[in-house]
Protein backbone atom coordinates (compact mmCIF):
# COMPACT_ATOMS: atom_id res chain seq x y z
CA UNK A 1 0.00 0.00 0.00
CA UNK A 2 1.62 3.18 -1.14
CA UNK A 3 1.07 5.66 1.80
CA UNK A 4 -0.06 9.39 1.60
CA UNK A 5 1.16 11.89 4.21
CA UNK A 6 -1.07 14.98 4.31
CA UNK A 7 0.56 18.13 6.06
CA UNK A 8 -0.44 19.92 7.82
CA UNK A 9 -2.79 18.09 10.13
CA UNK A 10 -4.56 21.12 11.02
CA UNK A 11 -4.59 24.76 9.74
CA UNK A 12 -6.81 27.69 10.94
CA UNK A 13 -6.39 30.61 9.17
CA UNK A 14 -8.52 34.33 8.72
CA UNK A 15 -10.58 34.73 5.73
CA UNK A 16 -8.60 36.18 2.86
CA UNK A 17 -5.32 35.01 3.22
CA UNK A 18 -3.64 32.41 0.94
CA UNK A 19 -2.89 28.67 2.25
CA UNK A 20 -1.12 25.61 0.72
CA UNK A 21 -1.80 22.50 1.96
CA UNK A 22 0.57 18.96 0.81
CA UNK A 23 0.04 15.55 -0.19
CA UNK A 24 3.25 13.65 -0.30
CA UNK A 25 4.34 10.30 -0.86
CA UNK A 26 8.01 8.19 -1.93
CA UNK A 27 5.94 6.07 -4.82
CA UNK A 28 4.50 7.47 -7.86
CA UNK A 29 0.90 7.79 -8.70
CA UNK A 30 -0.49 7.39 -12.07
CA UNK A 31 -2.99 9.71 -10.84
CA UNK A 32 -4.41 11.64 -7.45
CA UNK A 33 -7.67 13.16 -6.55
CA UNK A 34 -8.55 15.70 -3.96
CA UNK A 35 -11.60 15.72 -2.09
CA UNK A 36 -13.26 18.01 0.31
CA UNK A 37 -15.63 17.09 3.15
CA UNK A 38 -18.09 18.77 5.26
CA UNK A 39 -19.01 17.99 8.77
CA UNK A 40 -21.51 15.32 8.76
CA UNK A 41 -21.10 14.71 4.99
CA UNK A 42 -19.37 11.95 2.81
CA UNK A 43 -16.25 13.57 0.40
CA UNK A 44 -17.01 14.98 -2.14
CA UNK A 45 -14.00 14.96 -5.48
CA UNK A 46 -12.81 18.09 -6.32
CA UNK A 47 -10.37 17.61 -9.05
CA UNK A 48 -8.25 14.37 -10.43
CA UNK A 49 -4.65 14.81 -11.31
CA UNK A 50 -2.90 12.78 -14.04
CA UNK A 51 -0.05 14.03 -15.56
CA UNK A 52 3.53 15.61 -14.16
CA UNK A 53 3.36 18.96 -13.97
CA UNK A 54 0.00 19.61 -14.25
CA UNK A 55 -2.00 22.40 -12.46
CA UNK A 56 -5.73 22.98 -12.55
CA UNK A 57 -7.59 25.61 -11.41
CA UNK A 58 -11.15 25.16 -9.56
CA UNK A 59 -12.37 29.11 -8.77
CA UNK A 60 -9.86 30.15 -6.10
CA UNK A 61 -8.29 26.26 -5.68
CA UNK A 62 -5.37 25.87 -7.53
CA UNK A 63 -4.26 21.62 -7.27
CA UNK A 64 -0.74 21.03 -8.77
CA UNK A 65 0.84 17.56 -9.11
CA UNK A 66 4.37 17.06 -9.54
CA UNK A 67 7.07 16.27 -12.09
CA UNK A 68 7.68 13.24 -10.70
CA UNK A 69 4.00 12.60 -9.54
CA UNK A 70 4.92 11.68 -6.04
CA UNK A 71 3.56 14.94 -4.40
CA UNK A 72 0.93 17.19 -5.12
CA UNK A 73 -0.71 20.44 -3.59
CA UNK A 74 -3.47 22.90 -3.01
CA UNK A 75 -3.56 26.33 -2.55
CA UNK A 76 -6.02 28.21 -1.58
CA UNK A 77 -6.24 31.72 -2.39
CA UNK A 78 -8.37 34.58 -0.43
CA UNK A 79 -9.76 32.09 1.70
CA UNK A 80 -13.49 31.86 2.78
CA UNK A 81 -15.18 30.71 5.44
CA UNK A 82 -16.94 28.52 2.65
CA UNK A 83 -13.45 26.67 2.19
CA UNK A 84 -13.76 24.78 5.94
CA UNK A 85 -13.57 21.19 5.83
CA UNK A 86 -11.24 18.21 5.34
CA UNK A 87 -9.42 18.28 2.45
CA UNK A 88 -8.70 14.63 1.78
CA UNK A 89 -5.82 13.46 -1.15
CA UNK A 90 -6.29 10.13 -2.64
CA UNK A 91 -4.90 7.99 -4.95
CA UNK A 92 -5.26 4.34 -6.96
CA UNK A 93 -3.29 1.07 -6.55
CA UNK A 94 -3.98 0.37 -9.87
CA UNK A 95 -6.08 -2.71 -9.49
CA UNK A 96 -9.68 -2.44 -7.97
CA UNK A 97 -9.48 -2.40 -4.35
CA UNK A 98 -10.02 1.15 -4.38
CA UNK A 99 -8.83 4.05 -3.30
CA UNK A 100 -6.13 4.77 -0.73
CA UNK A 101 -6.64 8.02 1.26
CA UNK A 102 -4.33 10.50 3.64
CA UNK A 103 -5.15 11.32 6.87
CA UNK A 104 -6.09 15.26 5.99
CA UNK A 105 -6.02 18.66 6.33
CA UNK A 106 -8.48 20.08 8.71
CA UNK A 107 -8.85 23.64 7.50
CA UNK A 108 -10.67 26.49 9.53
CA UNK A 109 -11.19 29.49 7.82
CA UNK A 110 -12.21 32.07 10.51
CA UNK A 111 -14.20 35.24 9.74
CA UNK B 1 -31.28 13.24 -7.33
CA UNK B 2 -30.13 10.41 -4.46
CA UNK B 3 -26.81 9.30 -5.30
CA UNK B 4 -25.75 7.05 -2.75
CA UNK B 5 -28.22 6.31 0.01
CA UNK B 6 -27.18 5.23 3.37
CA UNK B 7 -28.94 3.79 6.25
CA UNK B 8 -29.11 4.22 9.13
CA UNK B 9 -27.75 7.81 9.62
CA UNK B 10 -27.22 6.99 13.68
CA UNK B 11 -26.85 3.72 15.46
CA UNK B 12 -26.14 2.97 19.09
CA UNK B 13 -25.51 -0.94 19.66
CA UNK B 14 -24.44 -2.89 22.61
CA UNK B 15 -21.55 -5.05 22.35
CA UNK B 16 -22.36 -8.21 20.60
CA UNK B 17 -25.00 -7.32 18.67
CA UNK B 18 -25.61 -7.64 15.12
CA UNK B 19 -26.93 -5.18 12.38
CA UNK B 20 -26.49 -4.32 8.97
CA UNK B 21 -25.72 -0.69 7.55
CA UNK B 22 -27.73 -0.50 4.20
CA UNK B 23 -26.39 0.99 1.05
CA UNK B 24 -28.32 1.59 -1.84
CA UNK B 25 -26.97 3.89 -5.57
CA UNK B 26 -28.53 4.80 -8.21
CA UNK B 27 -26.38 5.56 -10.95
CA UNK B 28 -25.88 2.03 -11.88
CA UNK B 29 -22.21 2.01 -10.89
CA UNK B 30 -20.32 -1.35 -10.75
CA UNK B 31 -17.86 -0.50 -8.27
CA UNK B 32 -19.11 -0.03 -4.47
CA UNK B 33 -17.54 -0.07 -1.09
CA UNK B 34 -17.54 0.38 2.16
CA UNK B 35 -14.86 2.73 4.39
CA UNK B 36 -15.20 3.43 8.21
CA UNK B 37 -13.35 6.53 9.44
CA UNK B 38 -11.79 7.03 12.72
CA UNK B 39 -9.86 10.18 14.07
CA UNK B 40 -6.48 10.62 13.20
CA UNK B 41 -6.89 7.02 11.04
CA UNK B 42 -8.19 8.64 7.92
CA UNK B 43 -10.64 6.39 5.30
CA UNK B 44 -9.82 2.72 5.61
CA UNK B 45 -11.35 0.50 3.09
CA UNK B 46 -13.21 -2.57 4.46
CA UNK B 47 -15.05 -4.46 1.53
CA UNK B 48 -15.45 -3.59 -2.05
CA UNK B 49 -17.41 -5.27 -4.89
CA UNK B 50 -16.79 -4.63 -8.53
CA UNK B 51 -19.87 -5.81 -9.64
CA UNK B 52 -23.16 -8.08 -8.73
CA UNK B 53 -21.88 -11.18 -7.14
CA UNK B 54 -18.37 -10.01 -6.22
CA UNK B 55 -17.03 -9.04 -3.38
CA UNK B 56 -13.34 -8.78 -2.02
CA UNK B 57 -11.97 -7.69 0.94
CA UNK B 58 -10.04 -4.60 2.08
CA UNK B 59 -7.66 -3.20 4.79
CA UNK B 60 -9.77 -3.83 7.69
CA UNK B 61 -12.22 -6.78 6.84
CA UNK B 62 -12.82 -8.11 10.24
CA UNK B 63 -15.56 -8.59 11.95
CA UNK B 64 -17.49 -7.43 8.85
CA UNK B 65 -19.56 -9.41 5.72
CA UNK B 66 -21.16 -8.11 2.68
CA UNK B 67 -22.85 -9.14 -0.48
CA UNK B 68 -23.67 -7.78 -3.51
CA UNK B 69 -27.06 -9.81 -5.00
CA UNK B 70 -27.81 -6.63 -7.04
CA UNK B 71 -25.94 -3.59 -9.01
CA UNK B 72 -27.79 -1.09 -6.09
CA UNK B 73 -27.71 -2.42 -3.12
CA UNK B 74 -24.21 -3.27 -0.98
CA UNK B 75 -24.99 -4.01 2.64
CA UNK B 76 -22.47 -4.26 5.29
CA UNK B 77 -23.22 -6.61 7.91
CA UNK B 78 -21.53 -6.17 11.78
CA UNK B 79 -22.07 -9.95 13.19
CA UNK B 80 -21.16 -9.48 16.94
CA UNK B 81 -20.26 -5.46 17.48
CA UNK B 82 -17.33 -4.76 19.72
CA UNK B 83 -16.45 -1.54 21.26
CA UNK B 84 -13.17 -1.25 18.23
CA UNK B 85 -16.33 -0.66 15.73
CA UNK B 86 -17.50 2.78 16.92
CA UNK B 87 -16.86 4.69 13.68
CA UNK B 88 -18.23 6.61 11.00
CA UNK B 89 -19.05 4.15 8.02
CA UNK B 90 -19.16 5.83 4.44
CA UNK B 91 -19.94 3.61 1.40
CA UNK B 92 -18.93 4.83 -1.95
CA UNK B 93 -19.94 4.03 -5.56
CA UNK B 94 -17.96 4.48 -8.93
CA UNK B 95 -17.69 3.61 -12.42
CA UNK B 96 -14.77 1.48 -11.36
CA UNK B 97 -12.05 3.04 -13.24
CA UNK B 98 -8.74 3.83 -11.62
CA UNK B 99 -8.74 7.25 -12.11
CA UNK B 100 -13.17 7.29 -11.75
CA UNK B 101 -14.51 9.83 -9.11
CA UNK B 102 -15.95 8.21 -5.86
CA UNK B 103 -19.62 9.30 -4.73
CA UNK B 104 -20.06 8.93 -0.85
CA UNK B 105 -23.02 8.43 0.87
CA UNK B 106 -23.77 10.89 4.11
CA UNK B 107 -22.41 8.48 6.33
CA UNK B 108 -23.72 6.02 9.35
CA UNK B 109 -22.34 6.91 12.82
CA UNK B 110 -21.99 3.70 14.38
CA UNK B 111 -21.39 3.86 18.60
CA UNK B 112 -20.48 0.89 20.30
CA UNK B 113 -21.69 0.40 24.29
Known amino acids: TQLLEQSPQFLSIQEGENLTVYCNSSSVFSSLQWYRQEPGEGPVLLVTVVTGGEVKKLKRLTFQFGDARKDSSLHITAAQPGDTGLYLCAHSGGGADGLTFGKGTHLIIQP | NAGVTQTPKFQVLKTGQSMTLQCAQD?????MSWYRQDPGMGLRLIHY???????DQGEVPNGYNVSRSTTEDFPLRLLSAAPSQTSVYFCASSTGTNTGELFFGEGSRLTVL
Open chain 2, 27 to 31: MNHEY
Open chain 2, 49 to 55: SVGAGIT
